[in-house]
Structure formats: C-alpha cells, structure tokens
C-alpha cells in the first residue's frame, strides 16, 4: 500500500509524503501539486505510521477545500476515514466552541453573526446607545477595527491599556463602540468570524484540561496556504501542538496575496523559527502551464527582494504558443477586444468553461459583462455579491437564529417588522425598556408582555395591553416555528417562508420590480433556500459520522445556520450551491477570488498602471507583484494580457494610463534578439 501511495509522486513530492514524523515546511510552487502531496501523506500518516484519523487534523482556506480533500483521501484509502478533521480555522473553532461552550463562556445555542449582521448591530450601538453620526463613524469600517483587534488577541480592556500606556489619545467613540459590542455579543450570545478563532485561543490558553485533552488527541496536523495566516491562527496553532504533535505547513510566499486582511506570508519563516527542527522541502516541477507561461511567471516575481527561498517553476508540458500581451485604446476597446478573443477561441473548439476572464477591481467587470452579454456570450461572475449575502435570504436566515437563540436581538430587530406588521420603532422602543428594565432580551421581553397580557390577563394598564396586541402575532409565529425546527429540515424551511409571510412578501416585490429583477427573482431565491436545506440535509449524516461521544451533537437546523455562514464567496454559484457553477458559460473574477483554481485560457483585463498594481497600494508593491504572478499562474494552455491606453478612474475622469510596470519588467527580462520569445506584443490600440 504504501508504495501505491508515493508511486505517482516525483522525487520531492515522495520526500515530503514520506518524510519521518517531524516539523515540515513544503514550499510548494504554484501548480506543483501540493494538494496531492497533502492528501498522501495523510494517506501516508494512517496507512504506514498506522495513526488513527481521529489523530489527524488537516486545515484548509475553503470549506470546499476541507472537501474535496477528505474525498481524495477515501480515494487513496479505498474507504472512509471517519474521525478524521479536514476543517478551515474557522470552521474548526466552531466544532470546539460547540464541544466545551460552558468552559468557553457560551451558551450552547450560540449563533454566528454574519458580516451583514455585524454591521447592523454596530449601527445600532452607535445610534441608540452612543448616539453618533454613522457618517463619521461608518459601521463597516468600525467592524473591521474590531476584526483587527480580535485576530491580534486585543480585547477592550487590552486595547484601552495599551493606548494608555503609549501615551497616545485613543478615539473615545471608536473604545465605547468596541466595549458595547463585546458586551452586547456576550448578552446575545453571538459570535463573530474573528471571535470564533480568539475565543478558542482564550480557551486553551485559560484551560490545561482542554488543552492538554486536544494536544493529545492531534498527534498529526497539515496546515495547507500557510502563507495566508494570520497572527492569530499561528498562535491557535501553536496551542495545539503538544510534546507528541507535529506539524506540516504547506504554502508559496510568492502567493501570498492576502496582507490586506491581515494574512502574514512572514509566518513561514516564523514557523521554522519556532517550530525548529524544520525540515525544508521545495517542490518547483509544475504540472499547470505551459513553460512560456511558467517563463513569465518567473521573470515577474524574481523582482520581489523579500522570498523565503529563491525559486524557479519548471514544467512538463511543453513549451505551449508564446503569451499574447495586447494593448487597447481606450477600455471599451478593451472588453470589445475581450469579447472578439473568446469568439475566436470558441470557433477554434474552446468550451466557454475553460477561459477565465480576471481583473484587479470588480468594478472593471461591468464593461466586459455588457459587451459578453450584448453577443450572446454566456458568463458567470464569481466572487460577486453571495446567495447568501441577498435581502431576502438573510430575513429568511434571521427567523432561523431567533429560533436557535432567543438572545439573539440582533436577528430578532432585523426581521420583527418584515413583512410589516406595524410593530415600529415606537414599539420597539417600548419593548426595549422592558428588557433593559429586568435585564433580559428583547425576545424574553416579548414574552412576558405577551403572557402578562394574553394569558395571565394581570393589567389594566392601556398602554401595555396596546403593546401586546401588536407583538402576539410575531411572538406566536415564532413559537409556533419553535415547535417544528425538529422537523425535517426541508419542511422545515418551506414552512418558514411561508408561515412568516417572506414568500408572499417577495412575491409582490418582485411583480412591483419586475423589469429590475427579471434575472434574479427574489421569490425563486427563498425557494432555492429551501433547496439548498434538502441538499444539505441529505449529507448531515455524513458530515457528522465522525463526531465522537464526547462532542456536542448538533440538529441539522443550527447546522445548516453554522455553515452557511461559513463559506466563503468563492465556494459558491449565484444560487447558493457549492457545487459545479454553470458548465457552459465563461467565468469572469477578481485575480483574489481565482487563487486555487486553474483554467485552460486565462485572459488578466487591466494590466496597466494605477489598476496592477493598484493606486492604493502603492507602499506594498510586493503583494502586488504576487497579485499578478497569482493572475498568471491560474493559466494552463493560454494566457493574454491586456491594458488600455486610458480610462476612467474612481472619480469618472477619463485619463491615461498604458502598460503596467509589471508588464516592462516582464519584457525587459527577456532578450529581444532571442528566436522564441515566451511572449508576443500585439497592438490593438487602432480598435474603436
């Protein structure tokens, strides 16, 4: 079995899947195969180190990732590996929040305040308790502070200490707004996506007994895209490892594309530092590209000074036609120009499926979408606005968490009033004085009106008899789907957007907005929801066959909630599923959301100055210059450049641009008296 295992493998790839128990760092090269190697030496750890896969943690970036991995293990195996963990870091510290919830000061129920949610909640604190301009102080951008502060360990309290002790004056708004919503998460029992990994730290930090049970229970972890770790992360991984654990880190510094939010392509030789021994392997046989694309790829990134190890890709498949680098005048030229190559391809026998279209910005897609759409070519854009991120499937989301966790106001004012039922912010105000008077949630609060009034019948009180009349249909809706979230989770969710009326509420928005939303009905997206909870059901079973006595069984309901809010914007289709997008249509992308994917064509649109590397970006060039070395590795068969001469910018000015700087550092690499240039300059610029 075990040479079934490495057989297929090249002589570094054996290295590393055979590699004795140790701290590995595989510096894998784009295309290279590190997802084979990843998967074989788990293969490897369980067949012939003879560990068990409760013993294994695999984390991946992507949901899908976790995956496809564990099915290509099966594969290799030749059966299930239940008990193994293949989970993204956030997904594994929900599965431990969700085990040791008391000794992490949870309740069980706790939900996972999505994105959208998140800045509501803000908004809400800045107006109603600390009555500020939300113009000044914009939610999102007060979401992404506290998302910095969590994911470098900083709690109020520590980031409070430490302006004061630097002697610098912090934004007293920006303090309280942080302080309320650590309080407000703690009173609703919400967590945030950086809160789910700190709180897992917190935990393990705080407690020897769930420390030390983990520690032992990994002996093996595989971390894969390590140059995408945070702080945070590394030191989550640092708390796993006890003196039995080793761990393999898989990743590129030269893909590290992710500094923005927080990503640190410098944990990689942090790991070797700290984890030493490490034992070094570089994989840089590519099985992607061609080699003039490969020959690109090389030239652009030897330009960056700061690399963990000096590397150059070399493939297998031939040299391939020479890159095609074309310049356009103006870029409606340019999505004309897009549009006329993708014609051409396709007369030639390529599958719409097979070109990728990427670009630094989304916003440089509207172009090339108008001139696709105008002839007829099929596209898909990912990347995009989610399934999930849509009006009417978080309303359809937010009656599920109320559900779950009546503590959750966040959820409960989102959708209290949707469809309208008169219940306004004078009501809402009303109801929020009781709770705030006996120190409850505004759902507890709904309750002991509705009972006081409806069922004990204990007031002459006007007002409150006023007050109840306009919440018992919402409360007893909800504790009418309070008795059918055991129910099969389809009916479940069927029942949900009709009983609260969301079905028929979209309905009518969508005969009133039928022009606008002919493409995108939101009536047919609540009933892909419903979808979408049969798929997922069918598979809960699986999912969760691995879960072991000791671990908190959860219902397919929360669940469903827990993952949905999870994935990611590149694991999914505009409907919501993660399965395989449109088969005939080309897809169109921010460079971002293709890392990890490969196509047989790759055309990267606005290679020109100001776009790649952006305006904004100017101070870190370097992730900028990976940012295309991403774009251009993506390519297997095909790869075309191209920029405009001018367009418009943010503020709608027409202006000049011309050829990224990358793309003269590529030319300029290359001798022109050599006879097969990896490359071919077109001039495109007389196109109107």
Known sequence: MSTSIIDPLNKEQKEAVSAPLSNILVIAGAGTGKTRVLVSRIAWLLQVEMLLPREVLAVTFTNKAAREMRERIELIMGHSVDGLWANTFHSFSLRILRNYAKQAGLLPDFTVLDTDNQKKLIKRILKEELNVDIKKYEPGMIADLISDFKENGLRFAAVASLAENINQKADPVLLKAYESYEKTCQRENLVDFSEL?????????????????????????????????????????????????????????????????????????????????????????????????????????????????????????????????RSFANAHAEAEGIRRIIRILKNNGVQYKEIAVLYRNNRQSSLIETELGNYGIPYVVLGGMRFYDREEILNALAYAKVII?????????????????????AVIRELSAVAKERGISLYAALKEVYKYVEIDKKTDNKALVKLAKKISEFYSLIENLKKQKDNDLQDFMKNLIEQTGLREYYQLKDEK??????????????????????????????????????????????????????????????????DEIDEGAVR???????????????????????????????????????????????????????????????????????ASPFIEEIISGFDDELKALPYKYVNNQNML
């Open 197 to 325: 990994i700190l709180r897992v730290v917190e935990l393990l930090q705080n407690n020897v007994g769930v420390r030390e049970l983990l520690q032992h229970r990994f002996k093996q972890i595989l971390v894969d895209e390590f140059q995408d770790t945070n702080a945070l992360q590394f030191k989550l991984l640092k708390l796993l490892v006890g003196p039995d654990t080793d761990i393999m880190a898989v990743g590129d510094d030269d893909q590290s594309i992710y500094g923005w939010r927080g990503a640190d392509s410098g944990n990689m030789q942090k790991f070797c530092d700290e984890f030493a021994p490490v034992t070094k392997i570089k994989l840089i046989e590519n099985y992607r590209s061609r080699q003039n694309i490969l020959d690109l790829a090389n030239v652009l990134i030897a330009h960056n000074s700061e690399r963990l190890v000096l590397k150059e890709l070399h493939g297998n498949r031939g040299r391939g036609g020479p890159v095609e680098i």
């Open 405 to 425: 966790n009546q503590n959750d106001d966040t959820s409960l004012l989102r959708i209290i009033n949707v469809p309208s039922r008169k219940i306004g912010p």
């Open 513 to 578: 907005e039928q022009n606008k939303f002919k493409d995108n009905m939101r009536e047919e997206n609540l009933l892909e929801l419903v979808n979408n909870a049969h798929i997922f059901n069918k598979s809960y079973e699986r999912m969760f066959a691995d879960v072991n006595e000791e671990e908190a069984q959860i219902s397919p309901l929360t669940a469903f909630i827990s993952n949905i809010t999870l994935i990611g914007s590149g694991e999914m289709d505009e409907k919501g599923s993660t």
């Open 588 to 658: 169109l992308m921010t460079i971002h959301s293709a890392k990890g994917l490969e196509f047989n064509v790759v055309i990267v649109a606005g290679m020109e100055k100001n776009i790649l590397p952006s305006v904004r970006s100017e101070k870190n060039k370097d992730e900028e210059r990976r940012l295309a070395y991403v774009a251009i590795t993506r390519a297997k068969e095909k790869l075309v450049l191209t920029y405009a001469m001018k367009r418009y910018n943010f503020a709608q000015e027409l202006e000049t641009t011309g």
